[in-house]
């Protein structure tokens, strides 16, 4: 356990570590779908190409995330105001996220944005716990540009403490 003085020390360097803000599509084995704001992905493995995406546990989404799990990342470019507002709100597994959200559908049946930058689409490989986090590890296997991706920069996320967001 931290000290009180401890946290104070970590948090400030902690929340400099930066990372990559998209939008984590899923579904259930029901077939409700719904994306939330990633803010904690970052590249596992080169090959193959695997990501690292933590949900925080009271996420409903944990539920449907089992090994096979068919996602998709859409990565938001820096700037963008449309989608981090929509999908930083949350939603309810009955409410449709993606209303009034331009799609085309993956390969894999789920929906990539086309206002976001580019899209990875993939399946959860495994998970482990992560203190109030679930970390998956999410093997990709196709991406599509939206935009030309040389001319934009990421949306990256920087905290200023490193115990919330």
């Known amino acids: ?9 970590i948090a400030p360097i902690l929340g400099r570590v930066p990372s990559g803000v998209f939008i984590f599509v899923a579904a259930s084995e029901a077939g409700q779908r719904t994306g939330l704001l990633a803010s904690w992905v970052q ?23 089992k090994p096979g799990s068919a996602v998709t990342l859409n990565q938001i470019k820096k700037g963008d105001g449309v989608l981090f507002k929509h999908f930083g709100k949350g939603f309810e597994p009955d409410v449709d996220a993606f209303h009034g959200v331009d799609v085309v559908l993956s390969e894999n049946g789920l929906p990539l944005l086309t ?6 689409e993939g399946h959860v490989v ?19 540009a939206h ?3 040389a001319e934009l920069e990421p949306f990256v996320h920087v905290r200023k403490n490193g115990f919330n967001y």
């Open 1 to 9: 356990m931290l000290t009180e003085a401890s946290k104070q020390q």
């Open 43 to 65: 590249q596992a493995s080169f090959d193959p190409p695997q990501l690292t995406v933590a949900v925080n546990k009271s996420r409903y989404l944990n539920e449907w995330l």
């Open 115 to 120: 206002a976001a930058m580019a899209s990875m």
């Open 126 to 144: 495994s998970s482990m716990d992560a203190g109030d986090h679930v970390i998956y590890l999410v093997g990709i296997t196709s991406a599509t």
């Open 147 to 149: 935009q030309n991706t």
